[in-house]
């Protein structure tokens, strides 16, 4: 878990350039340093992340303050959170019944076999968000972290998702937005084999969705996976 000393928030203030456009952010230089970020001469002390995750590099910098981060939603997409109800009750009659798959309840998966889940349940409005928006930012935190060596907020992001992600009011135009977490998930392994248990559990409702089917067609790999966690569930 990231260290915060008291002295960090005394440090001087550092700028940091970030994503390809280098849009700037400020923060104490002391909290900075777990950051695989690289200096620019200047007279002030600005750093460069090269990643492109401008758009979500508040959260980091949340996490880098207090160890944590939480997404919040505008007021103007407030109605996204409520589903159809028909659809979500369509959706809960065509679980597949797979075996071992993660999401079989919130009971059993308390430890993955990689270790990597293992927090408790954060809590009801507290970080739950069941927006389709937060499951890609948990998933590109994920990723972040993952490639600058930040496991404690690796942790907490993947728990997060996978949280979000059993909570997740799955109708056909949500579905929509785990097809494109998916396309992220492609290359992420922790969180693209928990995509595949998500997407095989749901799979009758998935087999709906156009962008699903289309998904399917460019990217072979999938199919495979899928069709390999379904015989195993034979």
Same mark, same amino acid.
């Given at each position: 878990?990231?260290? !915060?000393?008291?002295?960090?928030?005394?440090?001087?203030?550092?700028?940091?350039?970030?994503?390809?456009?280098?849009?700037?952010?400020?923060?104490?230089?002391?909290?900075?340093?777990?950051?695989?970020?690289?200096?620019?001469?200047?007279?002030?002390?600005?750093? !460069?992340?090269?990643?492109?995750?401008?758009?979500?590099?508040?959260?980091?910098?949340?996490?880098?303050?207090?160890?944590?981060?939480?997404?919040?939603?505008?007021?103007?997409?407030?109605?996204?959170?409520?589903?159809?109800?028909?659809?979500?009750?369509?959706?809960?009659?065509?679980?597949?019944?797979?075996?071992?798959?993660?999401?079989?309840?919130?009971?059993?998966?308390?430890?993955?076999?990689?270790?990597?889940?293992?927090?408790?349940?954060?809590?009801?409005?507290?970080?739950?968000?069941?927006?389709?928006?937060?499951?890609?930012?948990?998933?590109?935190?994920?990723?972040?972290?993952?490639?600058?060596?930040?496991?404690?907020?690796?942790?907490?992001?993947?728990?997060?998702?996978?949280?979000?992600?059993?909570?997740?009011?799955?109708?056909?135009?949500?579905?929509?937005?785990?097809?494109?977490?998916?396309? !992220?998930?492609?290359?992420?392994?922790?969180?693209?084999?928990?995509?595949?248990?998500? !997407?095989?559990?749901?799979?009758?409702?998935?087999?709906?969705?156009?962008?699903?089917?289309?998904?399917?067609?460019?990217?072979?790999?999938?199919?495979?996976?899928?069709?390999?966690?379904?015989?195993?569930?034979?």
């Amino acid at each position: 878990m990231i260290q !915060v000393r008291p002295d960090h928030f005394i440090s001087p203030l550092a700028y940091l350039e970030v994503g390809p456009n280098g849009k700037k952010f400020a923060a104490p230089s002391g909290i900075i340093q777990s950051l695989r970020c690289r200096y620019k001469s200047s007279p002030e002390i600005i750093y !460069v992340v090269d990643d492109d995750v401008e758009d979500i590099f508040g959260h980091i910098l949340q996490y880098l303050h207090s160890g944590d981060y939480s997404v919040l939603i505008p007021a103007a997409d407030s109605s996204s959170h409520a589903a159809c109800e028909d659809e979500i009750e369509i959706a809960t009659q065509d679980l597949l019944p797979l075996k071992e798959n993660y999401f079989a309840s919130h009971e059993d998966i308390q430890v993955h076999s990689d270790n990597s889940i293992f927090l408790p349940h954060c809590g009801d409005g507290n970080h739950l968000c069941k927006h389709p928006k937060t499951l890609l930012v948990h998933a590109r935190l994920y990723d972040f972290a993952t490639r600058h060596g930040l496991d404690h907020l690796r942790n907490v992001s993947l728990n997060k998702l996978y949280w979000t992600l059993s909570e997740f009011p799955l109708d056909s135009e949500k579905a929509d937005a785990i097809v494109e977490l998916l396309r !992220v998930a492609n290359g992420i392994g922790t969180i693209y084999t928990l995509m595949i248990h998500y !997407v095989s559990l749901h799979l009758k409702t998935f087999i709906r969705c156009s962008s699903f089917i289309s998904f399917l067609e460019e990217d072979h790999h999938v199919s495979f996976h899928l069709f390999t966690l379904l015989c195993e569930s034979l």
